[in-house]
């Protein structure tokens, strides 16, 4: 990511880290509750306007194969909105976000 953006970490009970990145998060989306457990490390391609354009769940780091905890966390981090780059950057940004699926109570 382009070093001229700010760092930003958000985390609830699902747990989205976006990180190794400056990219401001200015919208969050939550994936679907599950029954299931897992780590997904989505590597994610932003634009200058701050729209997430591919994203890939297979990261390094993702500690599951479970393909719905992937669709989940690929289409949540889709929908995410980056603050726009107004300073002069990359056509396209590149990082990762990490969503941690947990069972309630964990």
């Known amino acids: 990511f382009s070093s001229r953006r700010r760092h930003t970490r958000c985390s609830r009970d699902w747990s989205s880290d976006v990180c190794s ?11 679907n509750a599950t029954k299931r457990e897992g780590k ?16 890939d769940p297979n990261g390094p780091g993702t500690d599951t ?3 719905e905890l992937k669709l989940q966390a690929r289409q949540a981090a889709l ?3 980056f ?10 940004s590149k990082g990762t976000i990490i969503f941690n699926f947990r069972l309630p109570g964990k």
Request: hydrophobic letters at 35%.
């Open 83 to 92: 603050e726009a780059c107004t300073d002069d950057c990359p056509e396209i």
């Open 79 to 81: 929908c995410a909105k």
């Open 21 to 31: 990145s400056d990219l401001n998060l200015v919208n969050p989306c939550t994936p």
């Open 40 to 55: 997904v490390v989505v590597i994610i391609k932003v634009d200058r306007n701050g729209n997430v354009i591919d994203a």
């Open 65 to 67: 194969s479970d393909p």
